[in-house]
Structures are given as structure tokens and as C-alpha cells.
């Protein structure tokens, strides 16, 4: 039997981070001796190409030209970014099709041409591949939305002061809902840190906000307190001390336990020096 569904869900996992990128289930006229019918079958797209590498092909042809030879119709196929492809291998331990049957029906891998390419549908997913998934998956919740120190301040995510407060913010960039084009308000798809002077103290925060709104912000765990003139005898350590602290395992307990984007649960993972992101927010909450 064809290999198609195994050779889609192995390659696809070699993109992850890229949305260009999506595993394709979908319906394909058969040729040849199966002209006439319709099986079906699993690719990976990437903008307006199609890679299939199903039974040792490396086919890689235009979008538009393999979807007219193969009849394919947008309408019946499932699109799956390398994330929700993982999660359905781990789910359901076998390489799909997951939400259409593929049963071929009268009117697939090259497309096919011989009984023997036509995709076998539900193969299990072996150990040794099924330890890479996990390891892909690890990842996935690991790293998948890195936060780099140099995300901050940038654009539309300059650092601000919020409005009627004494408070200042400064938001990182990654966005997802603004790839998407899409807007929840209610969401909060990114992490903020904020300065906020009281008194002669200042407190350092992190949080939770919608990206494009500037609505929805929580702020999470404990504040880093420190006063104006302990910041200013050595800014470096002080905010080098809050950077750390605001983003260990406990506070991103707290940011990832609500952040959301597109419906979905997502995850942060805050792994750089946050110093100077620290550093230029108390610097501007201070008027410095």
C-alpha cells in the first residue's frame, strides 16, 4: 500500500514555526487503472507549492498545477498547521486521516497510478516515530513562542504610559492573532511587563494582554519591588534581579495558564535576558 499519510506527517514535522506550512488531507482523482475513482491522499503545502513525497517521490510542483491533475477540491481537504498535526498523531497514534474517512469512491499518490500507491489509511505510528513526535511536542510546548528580549519596545509595542496612570508598560511583538488578521479582545496573546511607581516604591510586573486592543491586561504572581534610589545606586542588577524573577517557573505558570490566542491555549516560553527591557521601563516610569 502507498505511504502517503506516514510520508505527510514525517515531513511536515521538519517545519515546525513555519506557518507557511500546512499538512494537507484531502481527495484525489486516481490515474491510469484508476481512472475514475477518488482516494485519498496526504501532502504538505507550502504558500503556492505542493510537496509530496508519498512512496520514495520527492514531487514538488506548483499548487495550482497539482490541484488541476488531481482534481482536488479546497472544500474537502483538511488543512493542518505542524502543531495541530501533532497534536492529532499523539491523540490518535496513527498518521490519519483523522477527520475524513479517504474511502475511495467512484467518479492519490503521485497520483496514482497502481492499487498498490493508494494511500493506507490509519498506520499506526511506530515507537521510534512516536519518540520523535513526543520529542516534537516537548518542543512545541517548550519553545513555540519564544519571547526575545529585542520583541520589546518595538512598532506599535513601544513602551507607553497607560493612560490617566503613572504606570508604564512596554509589550513584547510576537502577536498571533495579528498574522491571523484576526482580533479577540478578550484574549491575551502576549506578555507586558509594567513599572509602576507608588509612593517611593516602584513596582515591576509581568503579565497577560490582547496585543492589539491594549485590553484585557492582568498582570500575574508576585511584583518585584525595589525604591528610586536602590535603582539608581546599580540599575544593571536591579533590573537584571526583576528580569529573573518575574519570569521563573512560577510566573509563567501564571502567564501560560491564561494566555489565549485564536480560540486556543498557547504558551510562552521566556528563556532571554530581559535586563534592558526592565532597565529602559523603570528608566521611563522614573521620567529619567
Not at 517611593?200 to 528610586?228: E, Q
Request: proline share 4%; charged share 30%.
Amino acid at each position: 500500500m502507498g505511504d502517503c499519510y506516514p510520508a505527510g506527517g514525517r515531513l511536515i514535522m521538519n517545519f515546525f514555526g513555519d506557518k507557511n506550512h500546512k499538512l494537507v488531507h484531502g481527495m484525489v482523482n486516481g490515474q491510469g487503472s484508476l481512472e475514475g475513482m477518488r482516494y485519498g491522499h496526504c501532502w504538505v503545502e507550502s504558500k503556492d507549492t505542493v510537496l509530496d513525497h508519498s512512496n520514495g517521490k520527492k514531487l514538488e510542483i506548483p499548487t495550482r498545477v497539482y490541484y488541476a491533475i488531481g482534481g482536488v477540491d479546497p472544500a474537502e481537504c483538511k488543512y493542518y498547521t505542524p502543531k495541530e498535526a501533532a497534536k492529532f498523531m499523539s491523540e490518535e497514534e496513527h498518521w490519519g486521516p483523522w477527520e475524513m474517512s479517504g474511502d475511495p469512491v467512484k467518479l492519490n499518490e503521485d497520483i496514482p497510478e497502481e492499487q498498490k500507491e493508494i494511500g493506507d489509511k490509519k498506520v499506526k505510528i511506530k515507537n521510534k516515530d512516536m519518540k520523535n513526535l513526543k520529542t516534537f511536542e516537548a518542543f512545541i510546548n517548550e519553545a513555540a513562542y519564544k519571547v526575545p528580549a529585542s520583541d520589546f519596545g518595538k512598532s506599535m509595542w513601544k513602551y507607553y504610559q497607560v493612560k490617566g496612570e503613572k504606570t508604564w508598560r512596554v509589550h513584547c511583538e510576537y502577536a498571533i492573532d495579528q498574522v491571523k488578521g484576526d482580533n479577540d479582545p478578550e484574549e491575551r496573546d502576549v506578555v507586558f511587563f509594567e513599572a509602576m511607581p507608588i509612593n517611593n516604591d516602584i513596582y515591576i510586573k509581568i503579565g497577560g494582554i490582547n496585543n492589539l486592543k491594549k485590553s484585557n491586561a492582568s498582570t500575574y504572581g508576585k511584583n518585584f519591588a525595589t525604591t528610586p534610589e536602590e535603582f539608581g545606586e546599580d540599575p544593571e542588577s536591579v533590573s537584571s534581579e526583576a528580569a529573573k524573577f518575574l519570569t521563573d517557573k512560577d510566573h509563567l505558570k501564571w502567564i501560560n495558564k491564561n494566555a489565549k490566542s485564536e480560540g486556543q491555549k498557547i504558551k510562552f516560553a521566556m528563556k532571554d535576558d530581559y535586563t534592558e527591557v526592565i532597565k529602559t521601563l523603570v528608566n521611563k516610569a522614573l521620567g529619567r
